[in-house]
């Protein structure tokens, strides 16, 4: 996993005790999806409920939270059109920028509401899952997913990075916000940079698999009193090497 991934799957960690999706937002993760664990990083290879239409999955809305987080050494001025240094109630709705330095590499800008949707029936569907004879113990199956609204999330690997995003005044203030909702232009003097801003998506995972009783390579077992093997942040390793 990238340094830059590694710090924001800390920041996940640290917010809201769940696996980092990457990439943030723009990833199609689901509840019921499975797959593996490679360079750090879940990667899906199938679902569920596709591959067995027998199992039901049962979801419910989980509770709501919200992310305010800079790195260290991260700041943002609001500039007019003409390069100079202004504020948001001095712009009203005329066309703005807003400058992001990161300073240190690896920064991470996550400003957004959370929203959760959790697996309701995780014993039923790994005591299933236990029963199919086709199943890989390796499997990791997502049982939740944790969405940003309208989010702001901007990842630099380099120091020295400056990202500038352009829009109407007011975009831009809920972008500072965490609540942007429009379309805007963004350009950055370095290559590395992940940025989404005012998109909808997950950006953490909860993880579950069957466990392994007896040691055996081939064998999968679930006590029924805890059927799954949940699967902390800090406990995920490779499955792909």
């Keep these: 996993m990238s340094g830059l991934a590694q710090n924001y799957g800390r920041i996940v960690k640290r917010e809201l005790n769940a696996h980092a999706a990457w990439f943030p937002i723009t990833n199609t993760l689901e509840v019921g999806d499975f797959g593996l664990i490679e360079d750090g990083t879940f990667r899906p290879v199938g679902k569920i409920g596709q591959k067995y239409p027998d199992i039901q999955i049962k979801t419910q809305p989980g509770n709501k939270s919200d992310i305010v987080f800079k790195s260290e050494g991260t700041t943002s001025v609001v500039l007019d059109m003409n390069g100079n240094a202004t504020s948001f109630q001095a712009l009203g709705n005329a066309d703005a920028q807003l400058k992001i330095s990161f300073s240190k590499e690896n920064s991470v800008m996550i400003k957004t509401e959370i929203t959760n949707i959790q697996m309701t029936n995780i014993g039923e569907v790994a005591d299933a899952l236990k029963k199919?004879?086709?199943?890989?113990?390796?499997?990791?199956?997502?049982?939740?997913?944790?969405?940003?609204?309208?989010?702001?999330?901007?990842?630099?690997?380099?120091?020295?990075?400056?990202?500038?995003?352009?829009?109407?005044?007011?975009?831009?203030?809920?972008?500072?916000?965490?609540?942007?909702?429009?379309?805007?232009?963004?350009?950055?003097?370095?290559?590395?940079?992940?940025?989404?801003?005012?998109?909808?998506?997950?950006?953490?995972?909860?993880?579950?698999?069957?466990?392994?009783?007896?040691?055996?390579?081939?064998?999968?077992?679930?006590?029924?009193?805890?059927?799954?093997?949940?699967?902390?942040?800090?406990?995920?390793?490779?499955?792909?090497?």
């Excluded at 290559?191 to 392994?212: D, W, Y």
């Design 132 to 241: 199919k004879k086709d199943w890989t113990r390796r499997y990791k199956v997502v049982s939740a997913v944790y969405e940003g609204k309208n989010a702001t999330i901007l990842c630099s690997r380099e120091a020295g990075t400056e990202l500038t995003l352009s829009a109407k005044a007011d975009i831009l203030q809920a972008v500072e916000a965490g609540k942007a909702s429009a379309a805007l232009t963004a350009t950055s003097n370095k290559s590395g940079v992940f940025h989404s801003v005012g998109e909808t998506g997950v950006v953490a995972i909860e993880l579950f698999k069957l466990r392994l009783v007896g040691g055996g390579l081939n064998t999968l077992d679930v006590d029924p009193k805890e059927p799954i093997e949940p699967m902390p942040p800090t406990e995920v390793q490779d499955d792909i090497y």
